[in-house]
């Protein structure tokens, strides 16, 4: 290959695309900000038939932007816009999965899981029949672990190292906590981890982060005076921040969802830099102490299209009580699921 030649264009599929994460998501793809800036994609956006005007809408503002990396053969704008789960899920080879049953008032969890587990068989044989082979899934809406863990399940020819789910946003949020705190710049803060659940349940773990500054890094726990803030304040906040935004919004995280999810996909794809990781939910595989079988929070560094799992970290009393606990959630949300489907098969 000559080092000039571009990138052939590779097939990015957003699910819920007319949605407010969607929205905010497909525009950040088609300017590269998701797989990298001479990369070009062709968007496959898939929503629901009710929702096929808006999506529609959302198309024809992507022509309108006259993004450059937009392309395909088919249709000049490089846009597939469907509500057909085939011709969506057809020779994809990122899938961004943000359509889901959404939590409504008073709808209980076990409700909850079951409606996006009915969803998620679904989508795990469309992925299994039409994505490329080498498929790389993120997995955006709630309950996002065990909708990542139905996947892997129901499409048992996709290999689990290929399924993930979006705990960045967490990470960035704690990342944005301690800049805050400290008053420091956000991009001089690293190595936080999110240990768990992408819920309130999950474990923000600020003990090996750094600040970097003119000598160097610094560890955030020595810059912090308030000992107590980074195991009460910080974790409580970042634990409840998604609801703390739809307190004030009305509706659920939008923007920050959809740069986590480019963040994810970005540092999978071309590798985190050195010396930094981030915070992925991947399938357990027993580090740390983590049961198998689920999908867990982890810190990860990702180098050739791979991630894997930072071993030694220190994990002390109070931070394996807090990891225990998030895997416990994960474990009944598993068992919801299985009830579930064990139910639908008599
Ligand atoms: C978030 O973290 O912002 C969302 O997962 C919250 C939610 O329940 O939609």
Same mark, same amino acid.
């Given at each position: 290959?000559?080092?000039?030649e571009?990138?052939?264009?590779?097939?990015?599929?957003?699910?819920?695309?007319?949605?407010?994460?969607?929205?905010?998501?497909?525009?950040?793809?088609? @300017?590269?900000?998701?797989?990298?800036?001479?990369q070009?994609?062709?968007?496959?956006?898939?929503?629901?038939?009710?929702?096929?005007?808006?999506?529609?809408?959302v198309?024809?503002?992507?022509?309108?932007?006259?993004?450059?990396?937009?392309r395909?053969?088919?249709?000049?704008?490089?846009? *597939?816009?469907?509500?057909?789960?085939?011709?969506?899920?057809?020779?994809?080879?990122?899938?961004?999965?943000?359509?889901?049953?959404? @939590?409504?008032?008073?709808? #209980? =969890?076990?409700?909850?899981?079951?409606? /996006?587990? %009915?969803?998620? =068989?679904?989508?795990?044989? +469309?992925?299994?029949?039409?994505?490329?082979?080498?498929?790389?899934?993120?997995?955006? +809406?709630?309950?996002?672990?065990?909708? %990542?863990?139905?996947?892997?399940?129901?499409?048992?020819?996709?290999?689990?190292? /290929?399924?993930?789910?979006?705990?960045?946003?967490?990470?960035?949020?704690?990342l944005?906590?301690?800049?805050?705190?400290?008053? *420091?710049?956000?991009?001089?803060?690293?190595?936080?981890?999110?240990?768990?659940?992408h819920?309130?349940?999950?474990?923000?773990?600020?003990?090996?982060?750094?600040?970097? /500054?003119?000598?160097?890094?610094?560890?955030? @726990?020595?810059?912090?005076?308030?000992?107590?803030?980074?195991?009460?304040?910080?974790?409580?906040?970042?634990?409840? =921040?998604?609801? %703390? *935004?739809?307190?004030?919004?009305?509706?659920?995280?939008?923007?920050?969802?959809?740069?986590?999810a480019?963040?994810?996909?970005? !540092?999978?794809?071309l590798?985190?830099?050195?010396?930094?990781?981030?915070?992925?939910? *991947?399938?357990? !595989?027993?580090?740390?102490?983590?049961?198998?079988?689920?999908?867990?929070?982890?810190?990860?560094?990702c180098?050739?299209?791979?991630?894997?799992?930072?071993?030694?970290?220190?994990? !002390?009393?109070?931070?394996?009580?807090?990891?225990?606990?998030? +895997?416990?959630?994960? #474990?009944?949300?598993? +068992?919801?699921?299985?009830?579930?489907?064990?139910?639908?098969?008599?």
């Amino acid at each position: 290959l000559l080092r000039d030649e571009p990138k052939q264009p590779v097939k990015v599929l957003v699910t819920g695309a007319a949605g407010q994460i969607g929205y905010a998501i497909v525009a950040m793809i088609a @300017r590269g900000q998701m797989l990298g800036p001479d990369q070009p994609v062709v968007l496959h956006m898939l929503d629901l038939p009710r929702m096929a005007d808006a999506l529609n809408g959302v198309r024809m503002e992507l022509v309108d932007a006259a993004l450059p990396l937009l392309r395909g053969r088919v249709l000049a704008a490089g846009v *597939v816009a469907t509500s057909d789960e085939a011709e969506a899920f057809k020779g994809v080879n990122f899938a961004v999965l943000i359509g889901g049953w959404p @939590r409504k008032e008073g709808m #209980e =969890r076990k409700d909850l899981i079951a409606k /996006n587990v %009915a969803i998620y =068989r679904g989508q795990a044989s +469309a992925l299994q029949q039409h994505a490329a082979p080498n498929c790389k899934v993120l997995v955006v +809406a709630n309950p996002a672990n065990t909708n %990542a863990l139905v996947l892997k399940e129901f499409a048992p020819a996709i290999p689990a190292k /290929n399924i993930t789910c979006l705990t960045r946003l967490d990470h960035n949020r704690a990342l944005g906590q301690i800049s805050e705190k400290l008053g *420091v710049h956000v991009g001089d803060v690293k190595n936080a981890v999110v240990w768990g659940n992408h819920s309130s349940t999950q474990f923000p773990d600020a003990s090996h982060a750094t600040v970097r /500054n003119e000598q160097g890094e610094k560890p955030v @726990r020595e810059l912090v005076s308030d000992k107590t803030w980074l195991r009460e304040e910080f974790v409580s906040v970042v634990q409840q =921040r998604g609801a %703390a *935004v739809i307190k004030a919004r009305k509706q659920s995280s939008s923007l920050s969802a959809a740069s986590s999810a480019c963040d994810h996909m970005r !540092d999978w794809v071309l590798g985190t830099p050195k010396g930094t990781w981030v915070s992925m939910g *991947v399938y357990s !595989d027993g580090s740390y102490g983590v049961p198998k079988g689920i999908f867990y929070s982890f810190p990860v560094t990702c180098d050739k299209g791979e991630w894997s799992i930072v071993q030694g970290l220190q994990v !002390d009393d109070f931070a394996r009580s807090k990891m225990e606990l998030s +895997a416990k959630e994960l #474990e009944e949300e598993k +068992a919801i699921a299985d009830e579930f489907v064990s139910i639908e098969r008599d």
